[in-house]
């Protein structure tokens, strides 16, 4: 069973970067055909991809957030890590990671504020 595992700070001053980190179980982030995204929900709102990293390492980016984001991976802990600069209070969210097979993570909240 694959299980993830969101973590990172829960507040975050508005230009700062923000930087979620995931963990991989039962499964390594570099098996043939996973790919491993991020996805957040504002309130109210509904879920907006924003980015992917594949098991090759190729990484995918929304076009709205491609020049805020960036994916990385250590493979040697199983883990990928998301990286959003230039925060605002509109980057409040839950934080989700999944990958394509449908296997989520619980979310970690991110609220935006000074």
């Known amino acids: 069973q694959v299980q993830l595992q969101e973590s990172g700070p829960g507040l975050v001053k508005p230009s700062q970067t923000l930087s979620l980190t995931c963990t991989v179980s039962?499964?390594?982030?570099?098996?043939?055909?996973?790919?491993w995204t991020w996805i957040r929900q504002p309130p109210g709102k509904g879920l907006e991809w924003m980015g992917a990293?594949?098991?090759?390492?190729?990484?995918y980016y929304s076009p709205s957030l491609n020049s805020r984001t960036s994916i990385s991976r250590d493979t040697s802990k199983n883990q990928f890590t998301l990286q959003l600069n230039s925060m605002t209070p509109e980057d409040t969210a839950v934080y989700y990671c999944?990958?394509?097979?449908?296997?989520w993570g619980q979310g970690t909240q991110v609220t935006v504020s000074s």
């Open positions: 999944a990958n394509l097979k449908a296997d």
């Open positions: 039962g499964a390594s982030i570099t098996t043939n055909d996973y790919y």
């Open positions: 990293i594949a098991y090759t390492g190729r990484t």
